[in-house]
């Protein structure tokens, strides 16, 4: 049974210390559609530079795009999203909720007399199911016609596709290689929900490795592994992290094997990044539709052939999720429950909170000099209101490693008080030291 209690602690949390708001809140809000505060860009950029460090920086078979999120209508029409991009929808025409046909809580057949509505209960009030497609259609241009409609891309795949010859050629790579995105998505989701898990506008994280066939199932065990222990390495727990693998139906129609990394949520086992073998499907087609050669020449071995490709895909704010869902704790001290985020260092918003222990004798001024100071290598936040064990719940909540207290010893000795978020222990560390001991800290923890 999903953990309701967790979830709502979660996104109050989110919403109180600057995480995630529901867009256009003042308004009413719009339905599943969520902005990010000032800790949760900062989270989920720290995400996506993660990602692209491992898969851009640290490697050099792998190249980085940007492509365009309105692309030419017959992309879609070569990818099959605007013939097959499509769900069976279902209406109640009592409380005018929408939902998939396949739902589990709808009991009965939709359309028939025995269908209940999972929400309002009414028999008899859901319609026949009809297909809808989940792009969202836009037009292009001062007339709104057919021949001037365009398409907000659901995937960001296809963009690196399309891409693919001119990346090869104008980065002069071989295949095997890679090409790398990071980019908005949208799909007009029947059923969004859990939050940021599924919503209507989201962003990817995918890369397409380009291979010569017949070694693409050794490429495809590769990075199953990769991937997986790129999601361990953010300090998420191993035992919520498992591997279900598409069979039957559930694979879909042009991939030859498909792999979910799936974790644990309140809300069950999800998927958070997919890694499927495409074949050569995805290219067959954009050189069928456009009339373009795509094949690839191997000079060493004398040969033209399609590339195969193997995919991988995370979203960026599922794993941005996955990350606060795995952090949150509650812990009993002294009788108070403390609340943590306990990011790994490399993803937390804040590296290190300053704080003057009190507002006179000279602190606060040190505090601000030491912040400033501090901010020029790590992201920081100053903070002299209340208690400092307040201050320090505020730090624990934002998922900060890291506090440092200017107090009364501070003036004598050039010391100051360095607290550790997890362990609550806290060091004496000299101000000469403290930019080399942070970074040493953070650094063991990379």
Known sequence: MADTSLMDKLVSLCKRRGFVFQSSEIYGGLGSVWDYGPLGVELKRNVKARWWDAMVHARDDIEGLDAAILMHPKVWEASGHVAGFTDPLVDCRHCKNRFRADDARIKGTPGQPDAQCPVCGTRG?????????????????????????????????????????????????????????????????????????????????????????????????????WRMEWHRSLGLNPDKLQWHQHSGSELAHYARAAFDIQYQFPFGWQEIEGIHNRGDFDLS????????????????QNQRYLPYIVETSAGADRVTLTLLVDAYREEDVEGETRVVLGFHPSVAPIKAGVFPLVKKDGMPELATTLYHDLRKQFSCFYDDSGAIGRRYRRMDEAGTPFGVTVDGETTSNQTVTVRHRDTMQQDRVALGQLVSYLRDKLNAAA
């Open 125 to 225: 009030s859901l319609t026949e199911p009809r297909m809808f497609n989940l792009m969202f259609k836009t037009f292009m241009g001062p007339v709104e016609d057919s021949a001037a409609v365009v398409y907000l891309r659901p995937e960001t795949a296809q963009g690196i596709y399309v891409n693919y010859l001119n990346v090869l050629q104008s980065s002069r790579q071989r295949i095997p290689f890679g090409i790398a995105q990071i980019g908005k998505a949208f799909r007009n989701e029947i059923t969004p929900g859990n939050f940021i898990f599924r919503t209507r506008e989201f962003e990817q994280m995918e890369m397409q490795f380009f291979v010569q066939p017949g070694t693409d199932s050794a490429w495809f065990d590769r990075w199953r592994e």
């Open 285 to 300: 087609r954009h050189q069928e539709y456009s009339g373009k050669k795509l094949e690839y020449f191997d000079q060493a």
